[in-house]
Each structure stands twice: as structure tokens, then as C-alpha cells.
């Protein structure tokens, strides 16, 4: 029989899969689906990603006082409600709502982290954020197979394309949310955790201590070498999320098939993720036996290569606007379109899962704050990438993710090695020894 912090891991990769699956399919085909309507797609998670990050530095104070389940469930009803604005969008009803759901989302994920944090050990943090990635990346993969026969041969995606999208999505996204009710609470888990077997002082329980704790790990080197890293998988997140395959959708060279290819683009994103969220988490004993290093390692090549594939590949004008320019391949290949999105899947979980494993292991007693970091960093680089891809053209986009690329992993060594030689010493790894 599976055990209870297992399964709550599984439920919670289940009911995320669900909630994702509407939200990310929506941030896909945002850009295009709302042409014609006056609302920008990238303006749109823009101002979503720059309350998001704001918001982190209040995440943990809420979670201190509602406990993690009842804050997932919280951003699981503001997702319902953003899904649900689209059936009849506006520029107030979009951007405002991109606006609250930038708050639900910092409860959300910082109380995901949490809750994680709380259902692992030392054993099990690696294997455990493999479960939850590889099952939350199969949320590309339903949304945008639907997409894809949905948008089969149209140019132009007409209202009652989007409404019928749009309908599915928030019936999936409210399944998701009803699953987060079903989590069970920390009192009932009753084995021990990385919270209970590392701490070495109260946990903060009240608002006020859970804000200052956030500001004290903000100023320690290991979060600081940590941030570049973040600030890198927020910029890679709104390259594949948003732009990417907007850009494929752009590149009138793949002729009818352009538009449907927002939904397939999709599809092997998420296969690169499951593949790399099963791989470097669910065996994780074996693929952490030399640390978590190389795996950033490979994830850092393989986007290297990807971005370099991308750049002969797509013009440079696909993030703006459909084009008919022809790019260094001539014609534009799709199947390499397509290798493309599987490798910034792959490349995305490296760095995901390892920093998810690195967090838990390094903050246990800290994990709210911890993630809350995490998320700021990260959903603030994401929104300047929105901003700025609404103006750069592809080259010069790439060029950015690949300086972050680079020193993103070489930041990530520096804060492995110390963890590795903390661990040699014979000290436990917690938040006051790094």
C-alpha cells in the first residue's frame, strides 16, 4: 500500500497536472488567440508575472496563517477564475486578472514547495520532485493535444474556436482544484520529514517572523549565487511558455499547419519535461550519485544547443509578428521546430528539478521562505522577458538566455560544492550552516 506521503505527492502532482494543464495551454496560445481582441497576450503575463514576484514577499506570511493546503486551494480558485475570463475577454478583465492571479500564484507555488518540503526526507526530496515534475508536465501535454486538433487548419482563430478552448479548460481546472480539497493536512502525516529530522529552531508560525526570515536568506551567499540560476529558468519559462511557440505560429513558411503547431510545439515540450522530471527524479538515487552538478550540467548544454538550433531555424521577426522572412534554413524546418520544443522541455527540468531538490535539502525548517525566493526571483526575470519580447527579435532574445545560461550554472556549481562538502564534514545541511 502506497505510503500517505506519497500518495499526498501524487495527489498533489494530479491536481497541479489539472490546474496546469488549463493554465498552461492558455499561456501558449494567449499571444495568438487574443489578436484582434485589443488585449496583448505578452502584456497580459507580463503584468501577471511582475505581481507574482511582488507578491512572494507576502507568500509565506499567508502561510503561516492558513497552512499550505488551504493556500493551494486559494490559487487553485483564482486559476479557475482567470481560465474562466476568457470566454469573453476585455482589456480591463484580462490585464486585471492577470494582475490577481500574480498573487494567487505566489501563495500557490511558495505553499507547493512547502507542502513538498513537509511530505519528504533526505532519502526521498529527489525522488519526490521527480513525481511532482514529471506529473506536472503532463499538463502540456492533454491542453495542447486538444489545441492542436482544435486550431487544424485555421488561420485565423475565430471566437467561437477560443470560447470552446477555453470552456474545456476551465471544466479540467476546476477537477484540479477539487483535488487540492482532498490533501491532507501536516497533522495527519505522521512519519518524519526533512522539516521534523533537520531544524534546528521553531519553524516560523507567525506573519511577521516568516517575512523576516525570507529577507535573511535573501542576504546569504548560497541564495545569492542560487538567484542567478532562478532569474535563468524565469527567462527560459516565458521563452518556451509564451514566445516560442508564438514564434512558430509566426513563421508563415510552415504554411497552413503554422497555427496548429502551437499545440504540438506544446506537446514535446512537455514529453522533454516528463522524460527529464522521471529520469533525474523518480531515479533520483542513481542519477544523484555524483551530485546534482551534472545534471545542470547537461540541462545547460542541451539548451546551449537548442538555442543555437532555434536561431538557424525561426526568423527573427516570428516573436512580434506572422511573417513570410526567411531564416538561415530555408524553408524553415518543422521537425526541427518540433526537436526544438522537446529539448527546452528536457533542458527546463534539469534545472527544475535540481533546484527544487537543492532548496529542500538546504532550507528544510525554511522551506516557505525558501521557495517563496525562488519563485520572486524567478516570476520577476519572467516578466522582464515578457516586457522586452514584445520588442526584441529572436536573436537578441537568445542571446540574453544564452549569458544566463551560462552563468545560471555556473552560480548553481559554486552553492553544490558547499552542500556536498557540508555533507562530507558530517553536519546536517541546514539554513544556519551555509
Known amino acids: 500500500m502506497m505510503e500517505n506521503k506519497t500518495l499526498n505527492v501524487v495527489l498533489l502532482g494530479f491536481a497541479f497536472m489539472l490546474i496546469f494543464t488549463a493554465f498552461q495551454t492558455c499561456t501558449m496560445v494567449e499571444k495568438t488567440v487574443l489578436e484582434g481582441t485589443g488585449v496583448d497576450g505578452y502584456v497580459s503575463l507580463a503584468i501577471l508575472y511582475a505581481v507574482f514576484a511582488a507578491s512572494n514577499w507576502a507568500a509565506p506570511s499567508i502561510i503561516s496563517v492558513t497552512g499550505p493546503k488551504y493556500a493551494m486551494v486559494f490559487g487553485g480558485v483564482v486559476y479557475c477564475i482567470f481560465i474562466g475570463l476568457f470566454l469573453k475577454p476585455s482589456t480591463y478583465s484580462i490585464y486585471g486578472g492577470s494582475a490577481v492571479l500574480g498573487i494567487a500564484a505566489a501563495v500557490l507555488w511558495t505553499a507547493q514547495g512547502s507542502y513538498l518540503t513537509i511530505n519528504s526526507d533526505s532519502e526521498t526530496i529527489s525522488r519526490n520532485s521527480g513525481i511532482f515534475w514529471a506529473l506536472l508536465q503532463c499538463s502540456l501535454l492533454f491542453g495542447n493535444l486538444y489545441a492542436y486538433f482544435k486550431f487544424h487548419g485555421e488561420i485565423h482563430i475565430d471566437d467561437s474556436s477560443r470560447n470552446t478552448l477555453f470552456t474545456v479548460l476551465l471544466v479540467t481546472c476546476c477537477v484540479g482544484l477539487l483535488l487540492l480539497l ?7 502525516i505522521d512519519n518524519e520529514d526533512l522539516l521534523s529530522i533537520n531544524a534546528t529552531r521553531p519553524v516560523p508560525n507567525r506573519p ?5 526570515r525570507s529577507l535573511e536568506l535573501l542576504r546569504t551567499r548560497e541564495m545569492l549565487f542560487l538567484s542567478v540560476c532562478f532569474a535563468y529558468t524565469g527567462l527560459e519559462l516565458t521563452f518556451f511558455s509564451g514566445v516560442y511557440g508564438t514564434s512558430v505560429g509566426h513563421t508563415l513558411q510552415f504554411g497552413e499547419s503554422a497555427k496548429q503547431l502551437l499545440g504540438l510545439s506544446g506537446v514535446f515540450i512537455g514529453i522533454g519535461e516528463i522524460l527529464g522530471g522521471a529520469t533525474f527524479g523518480l531515479f533520483g538515487k542513481r542519477t544523484n550519485r555524483y551530485g546534482r552538478d551534472p545534471i545542470v550540467m547537461f540541462g545547460c548544454v542541451i539548451h546551449m544547443i537548442c538555442f543555437f538550433l532555434i536561431y538557424i531555424n525561426l526568423p527573427g521577426e516570428s516573436p512580434l509578428q506572422d511573417t513570410q522572412a526567411l531564416s538561415v534554413i530555408t524553408p524553415p524546418n518543422l521537425y526541427l521546430a518540433i526537436v526544438c520544443s522537446f529539448l527546452l522541455g528536457l533542458g527546463d527540468s534539469s534545472f527544475n528539478t535540481q533546484i527544487y531538490s537543492i532548496l529542500g535539502m538546504m532550507f528544510p525548517e525554511d522551506s516557505a521562505p525558501a521557495f517563496a525566493l525562488f519563485k520572486f526571483v524567478q516570476s520577476l526575470s519572467a516578466a522582464a522577458a515578457f516586457f522586452y519580447s514584445s520588442e526584441l527579435l ?7 538566455l544564452v549569458i544566463f545560461d551560462f552563468f545560471g550554472t555556473i552560480c548553481f556549481f559554486v552553492v553544490e560544492w558547499r552542500v ?3 555533507q562530507q564534514s558530517g553536519y ?3 539554513s544556519g550552516d551555509i
Not at 511577521?208 to 523576516?212: D, G, I, S, V
Not at 529572436?394 to 540574453?400: N, R, S, T, V, Y
Open 420 to 422: 556536498v562538502a557540508t
Open 428 to 430: 546536517h545541511v541546514v
Open 394 to 400: 529572436l536573436e537578441f532574445q537568445l542571446l540574453i
Open 182 to 188: 482532498l490533501l491532507r493536512n501536516r497533522r495527519g
Open 208 to 212: 511577521m517572523q516568516a517575512l523576516k
